[in-house]
């Protein structure tokens, strides 16, 4: 291979890698204060890189005062004390680096802290250097907001400043101000952030809310959405902030020569890949579309599609697919079950299925085989659950604001469980921890599952082993095959002179299915972890079963 060649290979690492992702309040505390840290991420690097993974992305970091735990940024170039240092931070991206991991981290450029120095000097006076760093607006004649715009986390989402006697605008918390990208310094100042870490040699970036970068200049109000359009892809059903089309408060035109410099940033570096987050429960495939056409905005963006209350079906695994691939056909996607925003995908999907070992399993390996990048959220190869959190051990202000109708996000959020007979569960010697331990999880910990071939965990890391053997299941291209049985899901992954055919048996139910035309040689089950019966040209699944096979002899 050339040295060319080379280059090019790393620099499509991105296409089809494995990224895992890390919360770090709660993955490993080293500190002993309660609460995860920069240090106890690298302890556990060992194990990330022994599951499988290509990559780790982790959410953010940064000084912030907390109020939504890390994505209200008080300082893009420093690491909030809880966490640790800037040396932390180097050493750990040493360490990933000498075991083959890239490092992710989570940039959220959207809005600040109300505590940032640029928002505390923009408040200050309508004429300080700064004072269009943000969205400010005027109030109407009756002292009520600009417009109609609804924040996410609940209210309008125009804030009153009596410094200023103007309003401020925020998508989220109150203490969360919108940022200005209308204004070129902002842009800059933002991008400066950016490569202030790329400096310091990461991989690349997972962007929050990218979609939320620019609003209407205009301020005009968001149109009424009809009833039977709602949907709680995005936010939860009991949010009034479903009840609006959200045309103008985001997904704004403009956004796309951001995208453009913010690219051409990365581009200076080798090997970056950024994946962006878009919510928006209407447009979201074909915001996705735009942010990823050509080779000049992000390389991978991820929408809701997999991360919605609705369980995955085989219809719906094939629809949103190829929906994925007409709204964005030079895309590339990035498929999530789970991550720190969710119910986890166990409880969202299968509360009610006696066997949650057989089906954590069936999906994590529906996930490894689809076509795009995927990313996997701690503790989903453990097969954990949605952990239950009584009302006043709460700490998600989303959670307390809809209470009890939407729980928030602490559910998803509790710490890793790695050691069943140790204090916390090895996530922590402190008397206690930031969020509980979930009781329900402490049997699922590492220690107990590792080992163990017919665990969740082992089958996590056989099967990543599976896929990274087989270059078709994670770049290839993907053609859903027909089925008489609707709860079965047939395709095969196609790369150069390599077909692979997959079957997912998505019921409680047994189910026979007959194999597609063609000489189909099946991998045994000590390759991917699941069991069959083969007859000629049938198949017979168990429940929750999956079958793999190479196309020839």
Known sequence: MTDSNLIQADKDWWRGAVIYQVYPRSFQDSSGDGVGDIRGIADRLDYIAGLGADAVWISPFFTSPMKDFGYDVSNYKDIDPMFGTLADFDAMIEKAHSLGLKIMIDLVLSHTSDQHPWFVESRASRDNPRSDWYVWAEARPDGSPP????????????????????YYMHNFLVSQPDLNFHNPDVQDALLDAAKFWLERGVDGFRLDTINFYFCDRELRDNPALAPELRNDSTAPAVNPYNYQEHLYDKSRPE??????????????????????????SQRGLKIVGEYTSGDDKMQMCYAFEFLAPQRVTPKRVVDSINAFDAAAPEGWACWAFSNHDVVRHLTRWGADIADQTAYAKMLGSLLMTLKGSICLYEGEELGLTEADIAFEDLQDPYGIEFWPEFKGRDGCRTPMVWQAGAKNAGFSTAEQTWLPVSADHVMKAVDVQAGNPASVLEHYRRFLTFRR????????????????????????RDLSDETILCVFNMSAEPATVRLPEGAWTAFSTGDHGFSYEEDGTMVKLPAWGGYFARQGQ
């Not at 417009?147 to 103007?166: E, H, K, T, V, Y």
């Not at 956004?255 to 878009?278: D, Q, S, T």
């Not at 087989?470 to 047939?490: S, W």
Request: charged residues 25%.
């Open 147 to 166: 417009n109609n715009w609804l924040s996410i986390f609940g209210g309008s989402a125009w804030q009153w400043d009596s410094r200023r006697l103007q």
């Open 469 to 492: 053997a087989h270059p078709a299941l994670a770049k290839g291209a993907i053609r859903f095959l027909p089925c008489d049985d609707e709860t079965v899901l047939v395709f095969a």
């Open 255 to 280: 956004n796309l020569e951001f995208l453009k410099r913010l690219r051409a940033l990365m581009e200076e570096y080798p090997a970056i890949a950024a994946v962006g987050e878009v919510g928006d």
